[in-house]
């Protein structure tokens, strides 16, 4: 990534409301932001224009964002950190079969909008 791109996020969130809540905030924060509203609309856009980032809830309708890391890290996105986000409340194991699927970290809703930037960041440089 050059040092005038915008990293590109790719935003997968059923919840219209909330998709164009976390793209405003993320766009705000100089990211540029691709939105998709199911996971195969995600996998899609992610061939079009590829992302540094992936942001998926993983209570998709369709197949679930836990499908959606899946189906990602087989065609070719391995190497892309995935932060997924989920309204409910998690066990262990959800958490350890989100991570098992290749997200690098899970957020609970509601989460501050800037935390979202942060760990988005964070698992850029990494």
Do not use: W
């Amino acid at each position: 990534m050059s040092n005038q791109e915008r990293p590109r996020v790719l935003v997968i969130e059923d919840d219209r409301q909330l998709r164009l809540l976390y793209a405003q905030a993320l766009a705000e924060s100089g990211f540029d932001v691709v939105q998709a509203h199911n996971g195969f609309q995600a996998i899609e856009k992610a061939r079009e224009l590829p992302p540094h980032v992936i942001v998926t809830d993983l209570g998709l309708p369709g197949i679930d964002g836990y499908e959606v890391c899946r189906r990602l890290h087989i065609n070719g996105f391995k190497h892309v950190p995935i932060v997924a986000i989920t309204g409910r409340y998690l066990a262990v194991a959800d958490i350890q079969r989100a991570l098992k699927e290749g997200c690098r970290i899970v957020l609970i809703k509601p989460f501050d909008l800037d935390r979202l930037s942060a760990e988005i960041q964070r698992v850029i440089q990494e």
